[in-house]
Every structure is written in structure tokens, then in C-alpha cells.
């Protein structure tokens, strides 16, 4: 990797200050007043003029479900805001936003979903990302960088494959996958494009129970282009996906809650170049990565396909205590390599297994790999054990000697050890930060 690969402490101090919104200072945010209760897209669509300004430009509102009978209305105007009001959803059309637009979530359950055989085209550049983020970010009282869950989020439902068949989202009414028989399975299916793009505050509980993410994706496409992501207080997970093929680049994660990369079901895409950093976790099991392929029974942990994505380069920080880093489970896979891990939690390994299904899967590391506890690597049997180092010692009989399954170069340091010590480790681990922070901090 290059020798500025990672430049850390200018890019957390000015985490939250983004183009076109408000961010930093003062105290805990109130969520919003609404409660949240069940809901589907019963709402006929609508696109209109609240008659008022927010940071000197025109309040649009969106409203239920966007069809094919607004298709006019639907390329939206950079020199507008726009609000979205409860559930929105597209279904049967294109959303287009253009570069230096701003969307926020009118309300706490508010959020945006992308139905299958919908489209979002939301190109951002760099001068000019797209926002999406909450009312409170845009009504002149900017957030606290600590804040979190103030709307929902954006969510993005294919046709590709997903090993549950056709699934049915968290909220609203709204389904992804296929079975090749109700929904013609395309693991090519292009649901659009999403590039230079900031969510933040997501993550409301837009229906009783029901927390959703950054960024939702389920059964997404490999037609799909995903570039140039940052994710920034969630209150549950920064990006879950479910099923699919897309492939991502360019991943920046900061203060989300739960999990911030999160896949399940199946998901066989790619993801690199990931920088994720946690000051302020949930504490109900908070990691970098949390990893399944399927749940609830050794037959359903080798249900096809299995995931497997491709994930290379990537920094995982979990700063806040009882946060971790990487946990496989429920028999996925993956291609992982070139990545740096660093843990304030001595209680945890920095990578843990907890299912012996994950390695006959084909879960393999590869490239180099820097951690920041000796206990870098566990498998979590009857009893937790984080001396239990198994990326060097082969007499470990605790994982069916998974030591041969994992072919990365490991260095170990002290728990606590700086980052730029860690890195002085490392020749091509970790993600490049060079390739983020002027668009997600400016």
C-alpha cells in the first residue's frame, strides 16, 4: 500500500462537519417525537412544495409510494431539498439525484426504499456528494458528532439470488430475492447506482422492534454500482446485506451502533477498500464485521449459496470497550486478506469464530493480516478462551486445525497499540483513507 495509507486523527476530528449539512458540537440529541408502529406503502405517491426554505432552498416532500406516474418529477434539483416524509417508496420507475443534493427524513420512521425493478441513479463526486441525512441536520441546529437513529435510512431491494428464496424486509411491505418461479432470479440485476454518497443519523425504529441501517441491501445485483459510501451514526447497523451479488468500494463507517458491515443470506459480491472506526457502541455485540451465511440449524448454516464475498483492505478501530472486531457465524465463508484490526476490549479476540461450519465452508484469510491483541484469532466453544491464538499455533485442536484454512502473514502487537505502530507492521494491509476523507468530511 502507499505510505499514506492511513491518516487518522485530522479525519476523526472533523468527522461530521459534510458538504451541505450541519455536524459537531453540543449535547445528546433528541430523537424525533414520533413512535414508532407497523406500516405499508398504502400511501399514494406524491412529490410537492411545502412552501417553505431550509438552508436557503426550496422544502420538497416526498410522500408514499413513487410510481411510474411521476416518473416526470422524479429527477430531482440540487438547487431543492428534499424531505422524506414516513415511508417512501419508488417501485416501477428511476430516481435520479444529482451531485450536491440533500434528502433528510422528515420524521423518525421516515425513510427511502428502492422496490424491485426500481432504480436509483445518485451520482455524487467528490466536490459534491449526496447527502441523506435527518430533519434536526438541516432546521439550523446542527447534531452532536455523537448523535445517532434520528430517521430511518435508505434501503435497496433486488431480484438477485438470496438462500431464504423470496425474503421479506424489516419494514413496510416490501420483498427481495427470488425462487425462479414467483421472481425470476438475476444475480445480474442492476438496481442502479449509488457513488459519493453520505447517510447519516439513520437507524430510527421505523416499526416496533425494527431498527433499520444506513444502508439496506437485499438481493442487489452485480448491475448494481456501489462506489464511495460513508455511513456515519447509525443506531443499528452502517450497511446490511442480505443475499445477492453486488460488489462495493470505498466504505467509510463511523459511530454506527450495532454492526457496520453486515452480511447474511448468502451474499457472494465483493467489498474493498473499508475504513470503519466505533466510538459508541449499543453493547448488545457490536463489530466491525458480522458475518452469516444462515441460521438456526447446521443444515441451514450450508444452505446455497453460501456467502462468500471477496473483502480485501480493510481497518477495523473499535475504540469504545465492548466493541470488536470480526465475527463469523451461522457457517459463512469469505475471502478476507489485507486487513488491520484493532480492539479496546481485552475480553475479545479480534476475529471470532463461532461456528465450525464457517471453515469446511471455505472461510480462508489471506495477504497480511495486523492485530492489535495476541488473541487475535478464536473459536468460540463451550467456553471462551482469548490465549487461544490459532493463526500460529498448530497444536490447537480447539478449531479442527483451521491453522492450514488461514494463509495470512499475521502480526501481533499489544492491546492499546497506536495505530500509526500498527501500521509501521504492515506493508499491505489496512484501507486507504486517501481515497475518502475529502468527501466525507468536508
Known amino acids: 500500500m502507499k505510505s499514506n495509507q492511513i491518516v487518522l486523527s485530522a479525519l476523526v476530528a472533523s468527522m461530521v462537519a459534510l458538504t451541505g449539512c450541519g455536524g459537531g458540537g453540543g449535547g445528546a440529541a433528541a430523537l ?8 405499508t406503502c398504502t400511501t399514494v405517491g406524491s412529490i410537492t412544495s411545502s412552501g417553505s426554505t431550509l438552508l436557503g432552498k426550496e422544502e420538497v416532500v416526498l410522500r408514499g409510494c413513487l410510481d411510474e406516474s411521476l416518473a416526470s418529477a422524479l429527477t430531482l434539483d440540487k438547487n431543492k431539498i428534499y424531505a422524506i416524509d414516513g415511508e417512501v417508496s419508488v417501485r416501477g420507475t428511476t430516481i435520479t439525484i444529482p451531485a450536491g443534493t440533500t434528502l433528510f427524513g422528515k420524521t423518525g420512521q421516515s425513510y427511502l426504499a428502492i422496490d424491485q425493478g426500481a432504480k436509483i441513479i445518485a451520482n455524487g ?8 441525512t435527518a430533519a434536526s441536520d438541516v432546521d439550523g441546529s446542527p447534531l452532536p458528532a455523537t448523535s445517532q437513529g434520528q430517521w430511518g435510512g435508505l434501503s435497496i431491494f433486488g431480484k438477485a439470488t438470496s438462500n431464504k428464496g423470496i425474503e421479506t424486509y424489516e419494514a413496510g411491505d416490501h420483498t427481495f430475492g427470488c425462487d425462479d418461479s414467483t421472481i425470476t432470479c438475476n444475480d445480474a440485476d442492476n438496481s442502479g447506482s449509488l457513488s459519493y454518497i453520505v447517510i447519516k443519523y439513520s437507524g430510527f425504529e421505523v416499526e416496533v422492534n425494527k431498527e433499520l441501517n444506513g444502508l439496506s441491501l437485499g438481493g442487489v445485483g452485480s448491475g448494481t454500482s456501489i462506489d464511495h459510501i460513508a455511513v456515519i451514526g447509525s443506531l443499528d447497523d452502517g450497511i446490511e446485506v442480505w443475499g445477492g451479488t453486488v460488489a462495493m468500494t470505498n466504505l467509510y463507517m463511523y459511530n454506527n451502533a450495532d454492526d457496520n458491515l453486515d452480511w447474511d443470506h448468502g451474499w457472494t459480491g465483493s467489498a474493498t477498500n473499508i475504513y470503519i472506526e466505533q466510538n459508541i457502541v449499543d453493547g448488545t455485540g457490536s463489530r466491525g464485521f458480522e458475518t452469516d451465511n444462515n441460521g438456526g440449524s447446521t443444515t441451514k448454516e450450508v444452505a446455497l449459496p453460501i456467502s462468500n464475498p471477496t473483502i480485501d483492505q480493510f481497518t477495523i478501530v473499535t475504540a469504545a470497550a465492548g466493541g470488536q472486531g470480526i465475527v463469523h457465524r451461522e457457517g459463512t465463508a469469505g475471502q478476507l486478506s489485507n486487513g488491520i484490526i484493532i ?10 469464530l463461532r461456528s465450525a461450519t464457517t471453515v469446511t465452508n471455505g472461510l480462508a484469510y489471506s495477504g497480511e493480516m495486523v492485530l492489535s491483541q495476541a488473541a487475535g484469532l478464536h473459536y468460540k466453544g463451550a467456553a471462551e478462551n482469548t490465549a487461544d491464538n490459532i493463526f500460529g499455533d498448530v497444536t490447537d485442536t480447539q478449531v479442527l486445525d483451521i491453522v492450514d484454512t488461514f494463509g495470512a502473514t499475521v502480526t501481533y502487537d499489544a492491546a492499546g497499540t497506536a495505530l500509526s505502530t500498527l501500521k509501521a507492521n504492515a506493508t499491505t494491509a489496512g484501507a486507504d483513507v486517501t481515497a475518502m476523507p475529502t468527501w466525507a468530511t468536508n
Open 32 to 39: 424525533p417525537a414520533d413512535t414508532a408502529t407497523t406500516s
Open 125 to 132: 463526486t467528490e466536490a459534491e456528494p449526496i447527502v441523506f
Open 343 to 352: 480492539t479496546n476490549n481485552a475480553g475479545k479476540a479480534n476475529i471470532e
